[in-house]
């Protein structure tokens, strides 16, 4: 492995992109046992130095720690690397690419370790915020799983396991860490069960099929190789109670998944009461969260000397009720659009407009916080899907009931949304094509329906299973408009300043109403069920 140990950076730049990444990324994925991989590191650099050929999976995790600190980088970072941001982006490239050659070569075959499967995880978890879920990305997860069952780690806490341990002895790190790569990797299938793509409706892990305990509410150093010295209940905040919070609200998810029948097998309409009992488990898990990651000023203001000491936990909160919001708007979405006029299922409009405005402003708080954790929102792909997401269920509301005493509000949302998503391309050309598919979702149904608009100056909202309807004035569009927004093949070809924005929103206005709750749910799915895939 001498050859390809070639392309490590300098030991100097080694340890700064190192505490890069444990200081950004570490606490949005919370696998790593933070001073046992430095170590690892330095081991590998004085290695080196000897003439030492490094081990694959060693070479393999670094590359992953280096590749996603290049991700992630700071304006800060490049004045200590004395590099530019092109620079930055380039190396994410080639340290992500040789992380992925040392999997793939024929030659070099990956030991099944505890070191291989923090280096997929990363890897998987970098590309996933990267590239929108690509092959790639699930192949890495498959091959985790693989290795992990190898390795028998889903019977990692049976009475069996645990007594041998306390016979034979072990390294309590790597035990603490396997149970971090276990609940990474189920968090992430069940996630992703109810998450909107081509995955929903299924997971892979089943509670029955595994023994592994949550990882210990505590910080890295409280962990040694002969025991973990503390662990405190989740009243007290560590390096991994947002990792724990995102395990309990993946739990959830499959427990949609388990309660409602999957929409991509079977078309029978669950009982509105089950929809209320998924509900309120989600209103429960909000209401236990611990104080410091609730959102309520008071809570805010009574931990704020925990942010103080722990920056990052400003951050995870935001993340924490981003995904929370999501889901609920995913579950009441079936039920928003006859909400508005059928009083049965009000409150699932209720809920969808509140999350969906809540999630637009958790992201431009992002914005704010970001600049103290050294992360930037728009560029990871997931919070980009999910903002598009809750702006196309506010302009819908907007478009269907555009006499609500807050309809101009909402719109007001809805456009300052779709410009931070045109300004995240900015951010991050790996985004590009991504942030372009979701944008080019309402603009194709603009251009699909321009005909019809130019034929029509006045229509009626399609009538709702109450029989209800409401007349809308229609203007004719503008063909110049949409030509320049959108190509024939419904490529966008041209950036949108504010004043396009504001004739796109008008032609939405005069579509809206041409289409009906059916072709609602089509354009809905198709943000939910067609993320960019691409290979890596």
């Known amino acids: 492995m001498l050859d390809i140990s070639r392309n490590l950076p300098p030991l100097r730049q080694a340890k700064q992109l190192f505490n890069h990444f444990a200081t950004t990324l570490q606490p949005t994925f919370g696998v790593l046992h933070i001073p046992s991989t430095n170590l690892l590191m330095e081991r590998t650099y004085e290695g080196l130095l000897e003439g030492d ?5 060693n070479l393999m995790l670094l590359f992953s720690i280096f590749a996603g600190a290049a991700l992630v980088w700071t304006p800060q970072l490049l004045v200590k690397l004395q590099s530019t941001r092109e620079e930055a982006k380039t190396a994410f490239q080639a340290y992500a690419r040789l992380a992925l050659d040392i999997l793939d070569h024929p ?11 923090v280096a997929i995880g990363t890897m998987a978890h970098l590309l996933m915020n990267t590239d929108g879920f690509p092959f790639k990305v699930h192949l890495l997860r498959h091959r985790c799983l693989l290795m992990s069952r190898e390795m ?13 341990r306390r016979l034979k002895g072990c ?6 860490v396997q149970r971090r790569i276990w609940w ?7 996630l992703l069960s109810f998450h909107g793509s081509a995955f929903e409706g299924a997971y892979t892990f089943h509670p029955r099929h595994m023994n592994v305990n949550l990882p210990s509410n505590t910080d890295d150093e409280f962990i040694t190789s002969t025991g973990i010295q503390q662990d405190h209940p989740l009243s007290v905040p560590t390096s991994m109670s947002a990792f724990i919070m995102r395990v309990k609200c993946a739990a959830l998810c499959r427990e949609v998944i388990d309660t409602l029948p999957s929409i991509l097998l079977d078309s029978t309409e669950p009982d509105y009461d089950t929809i209320l009992a998924l509900d309120a488990k989600f209103q429960d898990h909000l209401n236990e969260l611990p104080v410091y990651f609730k959102t309520d000023p008071t809570s805010i203001e009574q931990s704020r000397e925990i942010c103080k000491n722990r920056p990052t936990i400003a951050w995870q909160r935001i993340s924490i009720h981003f995904a929370i919001h999501t889901r609920l708007c995913r579950l009441h979405r079936p039920y928003h659009l006859e909400g508005i006029t059928n009083t049965k299922y009000a409150y699932s409009h209720q ?9 637009l402003e958790l992201r431009r708080s992002m914005d704010e916080i970001g600049l103290e954790v050294g992360l930037k929102a728009g560029r990871f792909l997931t919070v980009m899907h999910h903002v598009c997401f809750a702006a196309l269920i506010l302009a819908m509301d ?8 807050d309809a101009e509000h909402r719109k007001t949302k809805v456009l300052a949304a779709y410009q931070t998503l045109e300004k995240s391309k900015q951010e991050s050309n790996y985004l590009l094509e991504g942030i372009q598919k979701n944008l080019q979702t309402l603009m194709s149904t603009l251009h699909k329906n321009d005909h019809t608009i130019h034929n029509s100056h006045e229509s009626v909202l399609p009538s709702s299973s109450c029989g209800q309807s409401h007349s809308v004035t229609v203007q004719p569009s503008s063909t110049t408009v949409m030509n320049g927004l959108v190509d024939g093949g419904g490529a966008l070809i041209n950036d949108i300043n504010e004043e396009g924005w ?19 749910s089509s354009l809905l799915e198709d943000v939910d069920f067609n993320p960019p895939l691409n290979i890596f």
């Open 107 to 117: 030659s070099r075959l990956i030991q099944a370790s505890t070191t291989s499967l």
């Open 398 to 405: 907007v478009s269907f009931n555009p006499s609500a005493p």
């Open 53 to 57: 050929a490094p081990s694959a999976e």
């Open 351 to 359: 809920v969808c407009i509140r999350s969906a405005q809540t999630i």
């Open 502 to 520: 504001e004739q796109l929103w008008s032609e939405f206005v005069a579509v809206a109403p041409e289409l009906d709750v059916p072709q609602w």
């Open 171 to 176: 390294n309590m790190i790597d035990v603490e």
């Open 152 to 164: 028998q780690i889903h019977r990692l806490d049976t009475a069996k396991s645990c007594k041998e």
């Open 184 to 190: 990474n990797m189920v968090a992430s299938d069940w």
